[in-house]
């Protein structure tokens, strides 16, 4: 009996200090296809769960709207952002993977995106040679935490932030926006999904941004726990390199692009 208490005992003790050892990130609660399509579901979060069993590691995955994700993080009250592009704001408080020379390291991001006008057909307003024309006193949709809405609001655009794409393309539909900035393959999902909007609703030729993504750390905990995090952001470059990941990345990219039986 003393020896089933002691062993019950100690396997507490011990899943106690898993627990406490798990590394907290965070990431946004709307959808962004492929890479977050629910709660823990999507490529990103595979390739994670990837690394956690490279490394023998635990990750413990909190779901937040992206901005106070960030702000968790910048307080570092969470340890990392999944799927942070670069930006000097986040870089004052947060470590991106570096090399030598001090540039970004893309090598060791876990995806890459592109971003695009979508608007509608009937409009006016084009994207061309990193400018807008015929823009007016029309304003851009854009979804909530995107660094690169951020950036075009800095250079004076006017930005309608909202939560999430399906949201924005409603707004398009119904004429309440002219123009609205989103990343391509959401946007494809949407419209794949909803294949009347192709009737409404058209993408600008060029990328208004095309961004690596990295994991995020709060630089405190980044410089506490160098060698830990070093190791992680490898082991995100050998599982975005795995045949696994790429046979999961081509098979959900290239579902977007079928027509909707």
Known sequence: MLKLIVTLVFSLLTAQA??????????????????????????VISELRMVEKDLNIEFELIRLPWKRCLQEVRIGTIQAAIAASFNKDRASWGSYPLNPDSSLNSDLRLHTDSFYFYRRIDSPIRWSNNAMQNLGTQVIGAQLGYSVAKSLEDTGYQIKYLPNSDDLFKLLEKGLLQIALLQSHEAMKVLRNSPALEKTVVRENEAVKVADQYLLFNTSYYLKEEKLVTGIWQAIARARKSKKYQEEEALMLNEVLKPKP
């Not at 590394?23 to 399509?37: A, H, M, N, Q």
């Open 18 to 43: 898993c627990a406490s050892t798990a590394i907290k990130l965070c990431y946004e609660d709307s959808s962004v296809y492929p890479w977050i399509t629910g709660d823990n579901k999507g490529l």
